[in-house]
C-alpha cells in the first residue's frame, strides 16, 4: 500500500496538549505549572519526563499523520512492577503494555505497543491512559512500518528483505524475518475501545 513516507514522530511525554491528573499541583516540580506531574529526566537525550503516573490519569496529544501503517512505541521506566497502561488514537486502542521493574525510576525502556494501518490522512488525538501506576514515561514514538504486502496475510515478501530504514519494524503477517536481533511487531487492525479503561 502506498505509505506516504517515512515518519518518525517523537512526541515528548511532558508537550501534552490535554490531560487528566489526580494529584492537585505538578508533583515533579519542572517544566509546567499545571497538575500534570513532571520532572527532569537523566534519560538518553534529556529533558523531561512525566512522573508519580497512578491509575485514571492520562495525557492527549494533536497529531497530523499522513496515510500509512505505523508502530507506537513507549519510553517508561519504573522501580516497581506495578504498572499498565494503553496507547490509542482517536479513541481505538493500539496497544497496552505492562511496566516491570526496569532497575530505577530514571532507566528508561522502550516498549513497542502495537502497529495500525491509517486510512487517509486527518488530525489524530493519541491517548495515553494509566491504568494502574507507578511508573514514568519520557516520549512516545510513532514510526513508518515498511511492509508493503501487510493486507494480505500469509504473503510477507517483504519481511527480512525490504526494510527501508533503521532499526526495521517487521510486522508478522509471515515468516519471521530470521534476521537476529530484530524485533517483531503484531499487526493488528484499530478495535474499539473497552470500556474497562475509560477515566470515570
Ligand atoms: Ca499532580
Ligand atoms: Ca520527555
Known amino acids: ?5 517515512n515518519v518518525s514522530i517523537l512526541v515528548q511525554a511532558e508537550d501534552y496538549t490535554n490531560y487528566y491528573d489526580t494529584t492537585p499541583g505538578n508533583t515533579g516540580g519542572a517544566y509546567k505549572s499545571d497538575d500534570v506531574d513532571i520532572e527532569v529526566t537523566s534519560d538518553n537525550g534529556g529533558g523531561h519526563n512525566v512522573g508519580f503516573i497512578v491509575a485514571n490519569e492520562f495525557l492527549e496529544y494533536s497529531l497530523d499523520l499522513p496515510a500509512g501503517i505505523y508502530a507506537i512505541s513507549a519510553r517508561v521506566a519504573s522501580e516497581v512492577s506495578s504498572g499498565e497502561y494503553a496507547v490509542s488514537l482517536n479513541e481505538q486502542v493500539v ?3 505492562s511496566v516491570s521493574a526496569t532497575g530505577g525510576w530514571q ?3 522502550t516498549q513497542t505497543l502495537g502497529s495500525m494501518q491509517l486510512s487517509a490522512a486527518t488530525t489524530f488525538t493519541l491517548k495515553f491512559y494509566a491504568i494502574a501506576g507507578d511508573f514514568n514515561l519520557n516520549w512516545l514514538l510513532i514510526e513508518t512500518v515498511f ?3 501487510l ?4 504473503a510477507s515478501a ?3 528483505s525490504c526494510a527501508q530504514n533503521w532499526p526495521p519494524l517487521l510486522v508478522t503477517d509471515g515468516l519471521a ?3 537476529s536481533g530484530l524485533g517483531t511487531i503484531i499487526a493488528r487492525s484499530l478495535r474499539a475501545v473497552s470500556s474497562r479503561w475509560q477515566p470515570t
Open 1 to 5: 500500500m502506498q505509505t506516504g513516507g
Open 95 to 97: 496497544g497496552t503494555a
Open 107 to 109: 532507566t528508561f525502556i
Open 147 to 149: 511492509d508493503s504486502d
Open 151 to 154: 493486507s494480505v496475510p500469509g
Open 158 to 160: 517483504c519481511n527480512g
Open 177 to 179: 524475518s530470521g534476521v
